[in-house]
């Protein structure tokens, strides 16, 4: 079996070259510690949410919401991410709602009745955060007139800066490389609100990787965030530090999506 390797989170095509920086990096740290099969190169074409993770995934990242639940016990996470981006604080992150800077909306009750653009409906910062800060104020009733699934989130934020649609929602990582790589494109747009936190998302390895190997991958992690040698690819992809986060923590997403039903919004809609 051929395993692979992916970045597919934060994957702009203008960051191909971070992404395989960091991969680089981290490949020579699993080969020095003995570990054969591991990918010389990324699998880019990867998607962000994935019909599964199959047994030949032998590192990726995936969004923490559906690890909760479409993915429940495919995968085994290896450590989370710190960021060095607005919205962040240690290995947690947050949605932000994103409008038209032309918007003449100023709070999330505004957007009641328009348009409002959705990555994925597995999605964490796309879905899940945003139906719990609109369950508080969304009086158990469809809040938008029309909600469209479109598979990107910086395709997403494209489509806002051209005023296609009245509001998306994307994480605050997202949208600080987008504005760093679409600086022309990041002038048309602003942000509205925040969505409640989260813990970030976790770098992972299907559930079938040998013990013995997830513990090489998570060393390997772990030296990769705090060796010196390796601060340019961590800088790259914005990265401070790599931590263990509590599993409790990731389940607490679905305290989110429980609360949203309670208040009669179980759905983004």
């Known amino acids: 079996m051929t395993r692979t390797a992916s970045l597919p989170m934060y994957n702009l095509p203008e960051m191909r070259p971070v992404n395989a920086q960091f991969w ?4 020579g740290l699993l080969v020095g510690a ?14 962000p949410v994935p019909e599964r993770i199959g047994p030949e995934v032998l590192f990726s990242q995936v969004c923490g919401y559906p690890l909760e639940t479409i993915f429940s016990g495919q995968a085994v996470r290896l450590g989370t991410p710190c960021y060095d981006a607005p919205g962040c604080d240690g290995p947690s992150h947050c949605g932000l709602f994103v409008v038209p800077a032309g918007s003449k909306m100023q709070e999330l009750r505004d957007l009641r009745g328009s348009t409002f653009l959705l990555n994925h409906r597995h999605s964490n910062s796309g879905m899940n955060l945003p139906r719990r800060a609109l369950a508080d104020i969304a009086d158990g009733h469809p809040f938008f007139a029309r909600v469209i699934e479109t598979g990107s989130h910086p395709g ?22 987008w504005c760093h790589y679409r600086p022309e494109a990041a002038r048309h747009v602003r942000v509205l609100a925040r969505t409640p936190p989260s813990p970030a998302i ?25 060796n010196p040698g390796y601060v340019k690819a961590r800088r790259g992809l914005l990265m401070t530090d790599i931590v263990d986060v509590p599993a409790s923590a990731y389940r607490g997403l679905l305290d989110y999506e429980r609360e949203a039903a309670q208040l009669g919004y179980p759905a983004l809609a």
């Open 24 to 27: 680089e990096a981290l490949h």
């Open 34 to 47: 003995g570990l054969g099969g591991a990918p010389e190169t990324l699998h880019f074409d990867r998607l």
């Open 156 to 177: 997403n934020l494209d489509r806002i800066a051209r005023a296609e649609a009245a509001a998306t929602a994307v994480d605050n990582v997202t949208y600080a490389f």
């Open 202 to 226: 976790p770098f992972v390895t299907s559930n079938a990787t040998p013990a013995a190997t997830v513990e090489v991958l998570r060393t390997a992690l772990r030296e990769l965030a705090h």
